[in-house]
């Protein structure tokens, strides 16, 4: 990794300060441990939203963690505080689970973009600031026409949740750009791993899966289970923001993605278990796959956990979905009706 500097624990007292929005969430909690490991301060800024303390319980005793529970889009709210003489910022806070976006887009875009916003104000006021990483989703690319679909493809959101996560990366290129703050764009493709979001709303497939798979339940294919997604193991993911952060490269867009492509039918024989289908949603891609090419390159970054392994270790530890929501095929049609009526039959 490119000018990477880690302090060791007898060097306490310059080591290094990285705010991490969204650390109590999925891919933030992650975020934590590495930076944790790694021996910097780290400031949590979660409103728990869909996140939970429970993911970062294990950091309750130690002094260089600190969180702070807070809405990244109150204006109102003295965030620079947190921001003072901070090295590099993590900002994964944003309402992530897509389909209740279709039901709710003011409640995201103010999440989503007026919350990055003011992080980015935020940020700006630190006199160290070496990266601004920022958490950005494939599906900004709709449904691409190149696969493995590379970062100059054609910006095709294809519903208010993509749509807002592509606005606030234009806001943080743009405050790169304008007011020389050395950012970053991390599109991450569909992240998988141990604390996998499973709030009340329907949400992504792993999710849905381990709780039907925990209760002897049907697992809920969506159309025949043919499309494929590019599932990449969160620690991986992590791995390529921190890669992101100490490299000297700035205002630069990267995709990060596990360089493959699986069925959900072929996640479903992992699983295993009973199947059922239901309908295939509009709006959505029948393959993600990233180009990974660029990451490779520029950073040396490279995905390390195989899809199976990965699976392997969420079925080893499936009791931590034991509080999921268990959805079946009413719940589901009930929780997508509006989806269907906005976006069609394609
Ligand atoms: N999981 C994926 O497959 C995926 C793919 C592409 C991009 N992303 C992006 O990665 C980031 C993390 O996603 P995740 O899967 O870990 O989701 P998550 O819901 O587990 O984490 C998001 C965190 O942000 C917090 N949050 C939401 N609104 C907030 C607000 N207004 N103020 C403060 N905190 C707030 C939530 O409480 C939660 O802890 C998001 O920005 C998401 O858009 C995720």
Redesign the pocket.
């Known amino acids: 990794m490119l000018g990477i500097k880690v302090k060791t624990m007898n060097n306490n007292d310059d080591s290094y300060r990285a705010v991490v929005?969204?650390?109590?969430?999925?891919?933030?909690?992650?975020m934590v441990d590495l930076l944790v490991k790694t021996n910097y301060e780290v400031i949590i800024?979660?409103?728990?939203?869909?996140?939970?303390l429970s993911?970062i319980e294990h950091h309750k005793n130690n002094s260089k963690v600190k969180f702070v529970n807070?809405?990244?889009?109150?204006y109102t709210l003295n965030l620079e505080q947190s921001f003072e003489d901070v090295d590099y910022v993590f900002?994964?806070?944003?309402?992530?689970?897509i389909v209740p976006s279709i039901n709710d887009p003011i409640t995201y875009h103010?999440?989503?973009v007026d919350?990055t916003i003011n992080i980015l104000q935020a940020a700006k006021t630190s006199k160290k600031l070496k990266k601004f990483v920022?958490?950005?989703?494939?599906?900004c690319y709709g449904i691409p026409d190149i696969y493995p679909t590379p970062e100059p493809s054609a910006i095709a959101p294809e519903y208010p949740?993509a749509h807002t996560?592509t606005v606030a990366e234009q806001y943080v290129m743009h405050w790169g750009q304008i007011y020389n703050m050395p950012v970053v764009s991390m599109?991450?493709?569909?992240?998988?791993g141990l604390?996998?979001?499973t709030?009340g709303t329907y949400g992504?497939v792993f999710g849905v899966f381990l709780a039907q798979l925990l209760n002897n339940q049907p697992l809920t294919i969506v159309g025949d289970g043919t499309q494929t997604r590019d599932f990449?193991y969160?620690t991986d993911?992590v791995d390529a923001c921190f890669s992101a952060a100490v490299s000297n490269i700035a205002q630069e867009i990267f995709n990060v993605g596990s360089d493959n492509t699986y069925s959900v039918n072929y996640l479903a024989e992992l699983l295993g278990g009973e199947k059922t289908y239901i309908p295939k949603r509009p709006g959505e891609p029948d393959c993600t796959h990233a180009d990974i090419t660029k990451i490779k390159e520029l950073l040396g970054w490279y995905p390390k956990v195989t899809f199976e392994e990965g699976v392997k270790m969420m079925l080893e530890n499936i009791n931590l979905w034991a509080d999921a929501p268990v959805w079946n095929k009413n719940s589901i049609e009930e929780a997508t009706k509006d989806w269907f009526e906005c976006l069609g039959n394609d």
């Open positions: 929005t969204g650390g109590a969430g999925f891919i933030g909690s992650h800024i979660d409103n728990l939203a869909n996140g939970r993911n807070a809405d990244i889009s109150d900002h994964y806070a944003a309402l992530a689970d103010k999440a989503n919350g920022y958490a950005a989703s494939s599906s949740y996560k599109r991450f493709f569909n992240v998988f604390r996998h979001r709030s992504a990449t969160v993911i």
